[in-house]
């Protein structure tokens, strides 16, 4: 059996997305619930020099957006920055897993092998397909990932490994 580049990113991207969706579901409930401000969980940080929560989903969200349009051949769609609550990031999540689920599964075809340009912080640089989405997209993602899972998790957000693993 062979995976393809696209069983190997987009359902990980999903799994990972959905999972985040429900772990802020219920940092919304506990937050409604211990009638507390949303802001002290939406802007809380894991350490002062880390970005909050609000940008730890931002930038999972970009990582699954990004890493599956430049796979697929694609253009980034470009997202503005403008959540403020819960349900605003929720929604992120469920417009990031409805890009990612709506590209043709046939667009990933020989990504392993093509050439990704990227530029961060005014560098250009280009790497193989299969070598971004394992060495950079990836780590990526998970980290924002986990950093959002272990912020709500630190400020009392009754979640567990199942929340963070969401339905396989």
């Known amino acids: 059996m062979t995976l393809t580049i696209h069983q190997a990113s987009v359902p990980v991207f999903v799994q990972g997305l959905k999972g985040l969706r429900g ?9 409604e619930t211990r009638k507390l401000d949303p802001d002290a969980l939406l802007k809380a940080r894991l ?36 959540e403020t609550t819960f349900e605003d990031l929720i929604a992120r999540i469920d417009r990031a897993v409805a890009y990612v689920e709506g590209l043709d599964p046939a667009r990933f075809e020989n990504a392993e092998d093509r050439d990704i340009t990227l530029t961060r912080r005014g560098e250009t640089s280009v790497v193989k397909g299969l070598a971004y989405l394992q060495g950079q997209a990836q780590p990526n993602f998970f980290f924002h990932l986990t950093t959002a899972y272990a912020i709500l998790r630190k400020n009392g957000v009754e979640i567990g490994k199942k929340d963070y693993l969401g339905a396989a």
């Open 23 to 31: 772990v802020l579901t219920k940092a919304a409930a506990h937050v």
């Open 47 to 82: 350490f002062p020099d880390m970005f909050p929560l609000l940008r730890q989903v931002q930038i999972a969200t970009d990582f699954a957006k990004g890493c599956a349009a430049r796979l697929a051949g694609e253009e980034v769609p470009a997202w503005d920055d403008v």
